[in-house]
């Protein structure tokens, strides 16, 4: 089992930034994908980013892409999302996710084993 927990959210301006971090127990996160989810009151829960066991290939939503960077530090068995340039429609519960294998659909949330219980990102315009 792995256990992870997300923290870093909170309330930020417009063009502001935050960085999360989801640390992980109970197992090296090493062999999993992480992922980062998103979900906005009265939304479906979406694909933010995700990145690979090495942390040398990463992957955006088109929404995300260039504003937000995904890191992770096996060393330290956690993942970060830095989020840059935010926006009113940022706004939402962020989880994060580990995966053993996601394969190609590191974009869908059934593909992943483990989830954090999510933390709240609000972003004022």
């Known amino acids: 089992q792995v256990q992870l927990v997300e923290s870093g959210g909170g309330l930020v301006q417009a063009g502001g930034s935050l960085r999360l971090s989801c640390a992980a127990s109970?197992?090296?996160?090493?062999?999993?994908?992480m992922g980062w989810f998103r979900q906005a009151p009265g939304k479906e829960r979406e694909f933010v980013g995700a990145?690979?066991?090495?942390?040398?290939?990463?992957y955006y939503a088109d929404s995300v892409k260039g504003r937000f960077t995904i890191s992770r530090d096996n060393a330290k068995n956690t993942a970060y999302l830095q989020m840059n340039s935010l926006k009113p429609e940022d706004t939402a519960v962020y989880y994060c996710?580990?995966?053993?294998?996601?394969?190609?659909?590191?974009?869908?949330?059934?593909?992943?084993?483990?989830w954090g219980q999510g933390t709240q990102v609000t972003v004022s315009s």
């Open positions: 990145i690979r066991p090495s942390g040398g290939t990463t």
């Open positions: 109970g197992r090296t996160l090493s062999p999993y994908t």
């Open positions: 996710a580990a995966g053993r294998y996601t394969g190609s659909n590191y974009y869908l949330g059934q593909r992943y084993d483990y």
